[in-house]
């Protein structure tokens, strides 16, 4: 394994992680990745969220800047791909102009198509930086702003972006994507029909004052070709009702509105959606307290295997039955609802077809966690390198996880269990909830991986402190699919 190698597998990397990569490319990746740690761990970066996580109830105005490995990402590495392989000239920085780069984000094609961006091209100093609005896109599922900033920021500058209408109501950000510090796209809520003008400010935080742009609109224009609809659609996987409120198919994105409920027993820690851990909402003497938020996105097709950290399956899923497409999930929402202490969600997926009149979507899998019959700890000394053989019994009525051992892998804690006891149930129908204590807080695990049908991996972040206690906090029982059919062309 050569440095060159690196290099081009490190380009080709969003290409596999997007699932785009021809055949060639990914038994390449997939050959580099088995030998190459860097790269496996630079992998892991680029399937993170690329629009960042708001804390549920006080939304915090986060940069464009942070989400980094966005579809721009990917356009830019087929060309730089293609140059290191091939050898051709460095032709491929035409396309590294803002607005046209950021309208080959395919999920804009039919806004492009239909002519429905409002155009700005107003420019304001910020500092030393010139920031540029190039055009807005108002639509029914989101408000998107197309911006650049010259000189291009560094990998440590942040800018921060807040947006208000004439009658007042400011607007939450959902988070940002771009590319060299230099171009970006970022996303806020969709905005209300009767805005007539809006402020969007920009702002570092570090220098005093702030760009401001007034900006005239009409989102009435856009709205007149999405369509709205409210299925009041509910099933119920006993205990656990499943409920679509709202549906939005925008020119740019499609989401589902849907909520979780289930019984205020005791004996329930909460509700994980799919391979994402369990909300819980803590109970106080006038209700539900704690509030949480998540935002998770499906990872790649090549890395869907029938075992490990990602399993098929597990995602929502979206068909066009009037064309007979399948529309690609890009994110999934939720939080805790602190009135009910139930969840609340949305579905993100690509924009639909507007001839498409039958939908049918499939909810990803329901883990019900529980709580173990009492509190059952486990504590030993944290390895620093290498591994050390472990003996403890985590169990759940039946079930039973056995530690075998503790390695440190990847700059990560590795723990190995044997489980034992599911029965003639899939591996994948129990799923653990293990933390570990570290600095007098409580960390969840970080990934967990089937082996195969009865040893698991679960990750941790290194632990600062030496003596570790391990806890297995809950267990989820996988609860059935749900199917709804929506009548889009109400």
């Known amino acids: 394994m050569t440095k060159y190698e690196c290099e081009i597998i490190k380009d080709l990397l969003p290409l596999y992680a997007d699932g785009v990569a021809s055949e060639a490319s990914l038994e390449m990746v997939e050959r580099h990745l088995a030998e190459c740690a860097s790269c496996r761990n630079l992998l892991n970066e680029y399937t993170q969220p690329v629009l960042a996580e708001l804390p549920a109830g006080k939304p915090s105005p986060q940069s464009g800047l942070d989400g980094a490995w966005s579809r721009l990402r990917r356009v830019a590495a087929v060309f730089i791909a293609g140059i290191i392989i091939t050898g051709s000239s460095l032709a491929w920085a035409s396309y590294q102009a803002g607005r046209n780069m950021a309208l080959r984000d395919p999920s804009f094609k039919q806004a492009e198509q239909m002519d429905l961006f409002s155009e700005v091209n107003q420019s304001k100093k910020l500092g030393p930086y010139t920031i540029t609005v190039d055009q807005i896109l108002l639509d029914s599922a989101r408000t998107t702003v197309f911006y650049s900033v010259d000189p291009g920021l560094e990998s ?28 970006f796209m970022y996303d806020l809520e969709p905005v209300n ?24 609109v009409d989102p009435t224009i856009v709205a007149q070709n999405t369509r709205e609809f409210y299925p009041n659609l509910k099933k119920t996987i006993a205990p656990v009702e499943l409920a679509l409120d709202r549906v939005v198919l925008g020119l740019s994105e499609s989401i589902v509105f849907f909520r979780v409920r289930w019984p205020q027993d005791p004996t329930i820690a909460g509700v994980g959606m799919g391979l994402d851990h369990p909300m819980y909402t803590v109970m106080g003497p006038n209700g539900p307290t704690s509030a949480q938020s998540r935002v998770s996105r499906p990872p790649p097709a090549p890395m869907i295997k029938e075992y490990g950290a990602f399993l098929p399956g597990n995602w929502a899923d979206l068909i066009d039955q009037t064309n007979g497409k399948r529309i690609k999930l890009n994110e999934t ?25 039958e939908l049918k979507l499939t909810t990803p899998p329901l883990y019900l966690y529980r709580f173990p019959d009492k509190e059952q700890n486990l504590k030993f000394d944290c390895p620093r390198q290498g591994e050390q053989a472990l003996n403890g019994v985590f169990k759940y009525g039946t079930v039973s996880y056995n530690i075998d051992q503790a390695v440190i892998e990847d700059k990560q804690l590795a723990l190995y269990f044997s489980v034992n006891g599911i029965g003639d149930k899939p591996p994948y129908y129990y799923r653990p909830e293990f933390r ?36 297995l906090r809950s267990v989820g029982e996988r609860l059935p699919e749900v199917d709804f059919e929506l009548d889009a062309a109400r």
């Open 436 to 471: 570990i204590k570290n600095q007098a807080f409580w960390q969840e695990h970080i990934r967990l991986e089937l082996l195969d049908d009865k040893q698991i991996k679960v990750f941790f972040p290194i632990p600062e402190d030496d003596k570790i206690n391990l806890q």
């Open 156 to 183: 440590d500058s942040n800018i921060h972006i807040n947006m208000a209408d004439d009658k007042g109501v400011h607007y939450d950000p959902r988070g940002g994507r771009g590319i060299q510090g230099k171009y």
């Open 333 to 357: 929402r939720t939080q805790t609802d602190s009135v009910t202490g139930g969840i609340t969600g949305s579905f993100h997926f690509a924009p639909v077809d507007p001839s498409a009149r």
């Open 193 to 216: 029909l009767d805005v007539q003008k809006l402020t969007i400010s920009f702002n570092t935080g570090a220098i005093p004052g702030e760009a401001r742009f007034e900006i005239p």
